[in-house]
């Protein structure tokens, strides 16, 4: 599993993308995005689960019944959501529109948006720009259309892994955008997968279900969670291997390389957290089960209180024992030991006494805390970041 260098522009052979500005922000920034398969690719996706979904997730939810996709596209600054019928309509549209354009069958085209909820789509702004959207395809615009689906993002969020897969190096990339409305299962995100490699539906499904579970599914911000909210994967075959199934001596190294991409994204979205100054990832080990210290996790990793304490630079692990301690996790205390960025701060349950050097760690802009429960072999991890001042800010205007 090789990551690809920052230093050059991702590209995923047989996929070409584009990213402009439709007029749809205010800002005049990119906020209507393209990504485009040169044939039918497998398809899978994971969508929010907040029981009141956006008119682009039913649609997208619809069409990926088929496990095919060609095509998507993507707008940000308005989430077409809480918009009743129209909104549906408007989804449509843009379904047909880019199809016709494309020419390819709407069942092929999936539609994504994001931003502000409960005002209509600007439809119209979006199909009159469908032409210059097209015409901009490039294999070499995956950043243009990361930019183009930002909406409180501070810079885009990309990434890519390489593996061989038959003797041939297969590229595995992604896309994704948050920044708030982050909370388990999944974030307010959405992402968008791309591999040149062969793999049947059911594996691809698999791998993605998994990856989504161990990166998006443990990622938290703010406790809120998004009516709008996709992880769509395309493999459109261009590498020409033998497609993947789950017993593929290469499927493995896929489902690896496509764990650690997630994460990667993952913990671009809680080093963007809004307002955040810092990331936060704790590691917990020594649980009974990987369930188990997937709870402890989140609970550390959703507790305003703690998220403050790393803020103000303050090693204040009592907060972390308390969330340890309401998790719902059969834990306990004297088997607990917890460290702040290697050094130990419990032993056994008590304290000792190195608050101050902690609090000297606390003004690296990577915090890790590593719980061990003591109880098992089993380990997870989460991420997320501080709250600050800046976070009330940004929400407290969002749609004004």
């Not at 059911?202 to 443990?218: G, P």
């Not at 390389?257 to 590691?283: C, F, P, Q, S, W």
Request: glycine share 8%; aromatic share 4%; charged share 20%.
């Amino acid at each position: 599993m090789k990551p690809l260098s920052t230093g050059r522009k991702i590209t995923v052979p047989g996929f070409s993308f584009s990213g402009i500005s439709a007029g749809i922000k205010n800002s005049k920034d990119r906020d209507l995005a393209l990504i485009f398969s040169n044939r039918p690719a497998v398809a899978a996706g994971v969508y929010t689960t907040n029981r009141i979904k956006a008119a682009p997730v039913k649609l997208s939810m619809k069409h990926i019944t088929s496990r095919k996709a060609q095509a998507i596209i993507i707008n940000s600054g308005n989430a077409n959501a809480c918009t009743g019928t129209s909104g549906m309509k408007d989804a449509l549209e843009m379904n047909i529109k880019t199809a016709e354009e494309l020419g390819i069958s709407p069942d092929l085209v999936h539609v994504s948006s994001t931003g502000i909820i409960g005002k209509p789509l600007p439809v119209l702004k979006i199909t009159d720009s469908l032409p210059e959207l097209i015409r901009k395809l490039s294999p070499l615009s995956l950043n243009h259309a990361a930019a183009a689906i930002m909406t409180t993002d501070t810079f885009p969020k990309s990434s890519s892994r390489q593996i061989t897969v038959d003797g041939k190096r297969g590229t595995i990339a992604a896309i994704t955008k948050g920044a708030g409305m982050i909370c388990p299962n999944m974030a307010t995100m959405l992402c968008f997968i791309m591999t040149d490699i062969a793999i049947h539906r059911q594996a691809l499904d698999s791998a993605l279900k998994e990856a989504v579970n161990r990166s998006f599914n443990r990622l938290a911000i703010d406790n809120d969670m998004s009516t709008n909210d996709t992880v769509l994967a395309l493999a459109n075959g261009d590498l020409q291997n033998r497609p993947l199934t789950k017993r593929a001596a290469s499927y493995e190294n896929f489902k690896k390389a496509l764990n650690d991409l997630t994460y990667d994204l993952a913990e671009m979205i809680a080093r963007d957290g809004e307002g955040a100054t810092k990331v936060i990832e704790v590691l917990v080990k020594g649980a009974r089960t990987e369930k188990a210290a997937e709870r402890v996790a989140l609970s550390i990793a959703n507790s305003m209180l703690v998220k403050t304490a790393v803020y103000g630079g303050d090693p204040n692990w009592g907060r972390l024992m308390a969330a340890i301690g309401y998790s719902g996790v059969d834990v306990n205390e004297q088997t607990i030991d917890i460290s702040l960025n290697k050094i130990k701060l419990v032993r056994k349950g008590i304290g000792t006494a190195r608050e101050t050097a902690a609090a000297r760690t606390l003004s690296r802009k990577k915090i890790l805390f590593v719980i061990d429960l003591g109880t098992g072999q089993e380990t997870a991890k989460a991420l997320t970041c501080d709250l600050t001042e800046k976070y009330i800010k940004i929400n407290a205007h969002y749609s004004t």
